[in-house]
């Protein structure tokens, strides 16, 4: 069992300087925690300690001038496809094999006019690329506890289910099939949707993980979320994340994980890299991406995120267009 974590160092009591440990490079910053089986044995047990380890984080995240509102939290799991499996049944549709469907999670907005114009939006999205949408489920939450701020910009939380096509074998091919619907959904949502405090989000889309996040403590995730004490939702590793925000204000969807990465800092190159982007988006190509499903594709960050969304974006871009995940961050975090 591997377990990591960022903890919070006191400068009364620690050493002045210890190996590599300087105290005045010390800072507040957001926390990360991971459990892990080496083994990759899947258990409800692995996600109960990771959630442990997040809550034992609290000094890592941060809280507006209410202390039940919070900066964000969240963890990323395996896709726990028994408990899905029995949790689609109820909404009378059978799941086919792991791995032959995806879930997302969106955060739509609260008010149902807008609501049902995004999932509209998404139906149609889904049929032009190909893509069945089998179900939605209603994620159960309990706001209990939750402060006023969160709550005024708390989204309608729903999982959708869509199967892999016949014709695509390969599973990798089929997340980069989700990518572009996921990408041409909320393109043609921003552009043509009445924007509100919400507005709408796919906090993560594949057939591999599942993110629960919110803005929210790290006390609070464990009791928002029902699902995440069931015991039938199980997975091999828990990546969790308590956020400190401080270049963006809090929201649901800046909490983190994000489809990818859980991040602890700020990117002080963020203007440039950004900058260099907007000029190159537009000759990218790739030949496992078709020169439409390019176009559709970009561009790949938008105004409104954080530096941590922003690098997500594009460890999902390069991961996608076929390069191995220890590639990518060569590319992206220059050596020293």
Same mark, same amino acid.
């Given at each position: ?224 979320? +029902?699902?995440? =004490? %069931?015991?039938?939702?199980? &997975? !091999? ?8 925000? /401080?270049? @963006? ?49 970009? +561009?790949?960050? =938008? %105004?409104?995120?954080?530096? &941590? !969304? ?8 390069? /991961?996608? @267009? ?15």
């Amino acid at each position: 069992m591997l377990r990591l974590g960022m903890t919070k160092n006191n400068h009364s009591t620690m050493a002045s300087n210890k190996g590599l440990y300087d105290p005045r490079f010390e800072h507040d910053a957001c926390g990360i925690g991971f459990v892990a089986s080496i083994k990759g044995s899947k258990s409800h047990q692995h996600i109960s300690d990771a959630l442990t380890v997040l809550e034992n984080m609290e000094h890592r995240g941060a809280c507006g001038c209410e202390v039940n509102t919070g900066d964000g939290a969240g963890i990323m799991i395996q896709t726990p496809h028994e408990f899905f499996f029995d949790e689609c049944i109820k909404l009378g549709v059978h799941l086919p094999a792991y791995s032959r469907y995806a879930v997302g999670v969106v955060f739509f907005p609260k008010e149902i006019r807008l609501r049902e114009e995004c999932r509209d939006i998404l139906n149609r999205s889904a049929d032009k690329l190909g893509l069945e949408i089998l179900c939605y489920r209603k994620v159960p939450v309990n706001p209990d506890g939750i402060g006023p701020t969160a709550l005024s910009v708390e989204p309608e939380i729903e999982q959708v289910f869509i199967a892999c096509p016949d014709h695509i074998k390969n599973p990798d091919e089929f997340e980069r099939k989700l990518f572009v619907l996921k990408k041409y959904a909320t393109h043609t949502i921003l552009n043509t949707v009445k924007k509100d405090a919400i507005g709408f989000y796919i906090a993560s889309l594949s057939y591999k993980t599942v993110v629960y996040k919110g803005q929210l403590t790290s006390m609070q995730l464990r009791q928002y979320y +029902p699902d995440l =004490s %069931n015991k039938r939702v199980v &997975s !091999a590793f828990g990546l969790v994340h308590s956020r400190f925000a /401080t270049n @963006t204000f809090p929201s649901w969807r800046l909490a983190q994980p994000f489809r990818y990465i859980a991040h602890n800092g700020e990117i002080n190159t963020l203007q440039g890299n950004l900058n260099w982007l907007k000029t190159s988006e537009q000759g990218f190509t790739s030949p496992l991406f078709t020169n439409e499903e390019m176009e559709i594709l970009v +561009p790949i960050v =938008s %105004n409104d995120q954080s530096d &941590s !969304a922003c690098l997500d974006n594009m460890i999902e871009l390069l /991961t996608m @267009t076929g390069r191995s995940l220890p590639h990518v961050m060569m590319m992206l975090i220059p050596e020293a």
